[in-house]
Structure formats: structure tokens, C-alpha cells
């Protein structure tokens, strides 16, 4: 794995903890300075040995920064006034690449060493991609995309070819995630109205609400870990965490919040 510091959660059949949950104010360790833009995207990787941050902003440009030191170590060359939605760090033709995906439809790879773009690119048909998200079906691996229009992409990573499609009622894709349930692969998405929704791409069934959430409940990120167990978490407009087991859909301990300060 590009970036083995991804472990979150301690499960078991009767308990869980989560060693971030304390909350406290406290001032950055650092400020990265360089973008002109709101900053859209961020990744995490390691890059000959160090690890590294990817970012990406509003208005096209990416940037790939030393994680100890700050300093900016390149600028793959993404296209001016197309904004950068989402990036992260994989493994494709053998090389360690960053993946963007962008306002024009576009995902995009570049070569994490050079910072040059290789290979040919995804398009989602001039569509606004929102989201993204890597992870296996089928015993091969592949990356998901929300569209502006509702849609969710399923491609191989490493042919481009596509693998699946599925519409959904639940407007732009802000989220996705990969996860475990019933034995299969499913992607859990969250849309614009902040309701969330999970799709099987083997039967290509698409079901809405498949978490035990109230009605009022809303979605804005989700995000999936596994150490015995696929869990979901989430986070929503109601300025809280939660975890969720992916295969039953119930809640998982207690919601996390930040508490009132006096």
C-alpha cells in the first residue's frame, strides 16, 4: 500500500474504540501557503520514502507538498479554470500515480515521481465529477466516480475499460465510498439532498437510506474502514460523526460531537 497509515478503528463483536474521538482546540502544525483557490481536495502518500500531501483547488491547479518540511515539490500540469474535485494516490502500470478528477469530466493520472500526466484519462461525458473513489470488484481493481448528474461510473483501473453504470435519484454525488455487504462489493454514496444511498454494481440494484438513519438524518461525507468487520463512518450538516457497520447498517457506539464549550 502507497500510504499504510489508513488504520482507524480497533473493532470487535462487542466493542470498539476509536483513538481520535477526544476532542480539543488546538492550532495547526503547520500552514501550506500556495494556492490562489479554495483548496477542494486533498490525498496523502508516500513518495520515496517521505510522506507526501496532494492537494487540488477550484481552479484547476495541484499541487504535491513534503509532509515534514512543507516545501512544494511539484506541479502536475492540470488544466487552467477546470477545478480539481477530488485526487488521491494509487498504483497503475506498475508506477505510483496521483488520480484527479475535475470539473470537465475528466479523470486524469500523473506519474507521482515526474509530475507529468501518463496514460490515457477517463471522461464521464463533459459531466462534473464530484467524487471518486478506489477500490476492487470483481477481483480487479477499479475507480468510482459521482457525477453533477446523479450518475456513479465504474471503471478498471488499470485498462480504462468500464465496468458498470447506475443512475441515481439522489442528484450530484458528493461521496463515495467502497464496503462489504451480503458477501459483495457495494459503493455508498452520498447525494445532494444529503441522503445516502448504496449500489451494488454486480446486480446494479440502487437502494436509498440503507443505514439505520432517521429521516432527518444528513449526509455530507462517507467513508469506509474494515479491521474484521466493514464499517462506514459519517459526517453531516448536523456537525457530527458517526459509525455505522456496513453489513447490517446499524450504528456503531455512540455519535461523536464536538462537546459545548462552556
Given at each position: 500500500?502507497?500510504?499504510?497509515?489508513t488504520?482507524?478503528?480497533r473493532?470487535?463483536l462487542?466493542?470498539?474504540r476509536?483513538p481520535?474521538?477526544?476532542w480539543?482546540r488546538?492550532t495547526p502544525?503547520r500552514t501550506l501557503?500556495?494556492?490562489k483557490?479554495?483548496?477542494?481536495?486533498?490525498a496523502?502518500?508516500?513518495?520515496?520514502?517521505r510522506v507526501?500531501i496532494v492537494?487540488?483547488?477550484?481552479?484547476?491547479?495541484m499541487r504535491?507538498w513534503?509532509?515534514?518540511?512543507?516545501?512544494?515539490?511539484?506541479?502536475?500540469?492540470s488544466d487552467e479554470n477546470v477545478?480539481?474535485?477530488?485526487?488521491?494516490v494509487t498504483e497503475?502500470?506498475?508506477?505510483?500515480?496521483?488520480?484527479s478528477?475535475?470539473d470537465?469530466g475528466?479523470?486524469?493520472?500523473?506519474?507521482?515521481?515526474t509530475f507529468?500526466e501518463?496514460?490515457?484519462?477517463?471522461r464521464a461525458?463533459?459531466v462534473?465529477v464530484?467524487?471518486?473513489?478506489l477500490?476492487?470488484?470483481?477481483?480487479?481493481?477499479?475507480?468510482a466516480?459521482?457525477?453533477l448528474e446523479g450518475?456513479?461510473?465504474?471503471w478498471?483501473?488499470?485498462?480504462?475499460?468500464?465496468?458498470?453504470?447506475?443512475?441515481?435519484?439522489?442528484g450530484?454525488?458528493a461521496s463515495?465510498?467502497?464496503?462489504r455487504?451480503?458477501?459483495?462489493t457495494v459503493?455508498f454514496?452520498v447525494?445532494e439532498d444529503?441522503?445516502?444511498?448504496l449500489w451494488n454494481?454486480r446486480?446494479?440494484?440502487v437502494?436509498?437510506?440503507p443505514?439505520?438513519?432517521?429521516?432527518d438524518?444528513?449526509f455530507?461525507l462517507?467513508a469506509a474502514?474494515?479491521?474484521g468487520?466493514?464499517?462506514?463512518v459519517s459526517?453531516?450538516?448536523h456537525?457530527?460523526?458517526r459509525?455505522?457497520?456496513?453489513?447490517?447498517?446499524d450504528?456503531?457506539?455512540?455519535e461523536m460531537?464536538?462537546?459545548?464549550?462552556?
Amino acid at each position: 500500500t502507497l500510504f499504510p497509515y489508513t488504520t482507524l478503528f480497533r473493532s470487535g463483536l462487542r466493542q470498539w474504540r476509536v483513538p481520535w474521538s477526544v476532542w480539543q482546540r488546538a492550532t495547526p502544525h503547520r500552514t501550506l501557503v500556495g494556492h490562489k483557490y479554495s483548496v477542494e481536495a486533498v490525498a496523502m502518500a508516500v513518495r520515496a520514502g517521505r510522506v507526501v500531501i496532494v492537494s487540488g483547488d477550484s481552479e484547476g491547479s495541484m499541487r504535491v507538498w513534503d509532509l515534514e518540511s512543507g516545501e512544494l515539490l511539484g506541479e502536475p500540469a492540470s488544466d487552467e479554470n477546470v477545478g480539481v474535485n477530488a485526487v488521491a494516490v494509487t498504483e497503475r502500470g506498475g508506477r505510483a500515480v496521483i488520480v484527479s478528477a475535475d470539473d470537465g469530466g475528466a479523470v486524469r493520472f500523473w506519474d507521482l515521481e515526474t509530475f507529468l500526466e501518463v496514460g490515457e484519462g477517463l471522461r464521464a461525458e463533459d459531466v462534473p465529477v464530484r467524487a471518486m473513489a478506489l477500490g476492487e470488484f470483481d477481483q480487479r481493481r477499479t475507480i468510482a466516480v459521482g457525477s453533477l448528474e446523479g450518475t456513479i461510473r465504474l471503471w478498471d483501473l488499470e485498462r480504462g475499460a468500464a465496468v458498470a453504470q447506475a443512475s441515481t435519484e439522489l442528484g450530484n454525488i458528493a461521496s463515495l465510498a467502497f464496503s462489504r455487504r451480503g458477501g459483495e462489493t457495494v459503493i455508498f454514496f452520498v447525494g445532494e439532498d444529503e441522503a445516502i444511498g448504496l449500489w451494488n454494481p454486480r446486480t446494479g440494484e440502487v437502494f436509498q437510506n440503507p443505514l439505520g438513519a432517521g429521516e432527518d438524518e444528513e449526509f455530507k461525507l462517507v467513508a469506509a474502514t474494515s479491521e474484521g468487520r466493514p464499517l462506514l463512518v459519517s459526517g453531516g450538516s448536523h456537525g457530527s460523526i458517526r459509525v455505522w457497520d456496513a453489513e447490517t447498517g446499524d450504528s456503531v457506539g455512540e455519535e461523536m460531537a464536538e462537546p459545548r464549550m462552556p
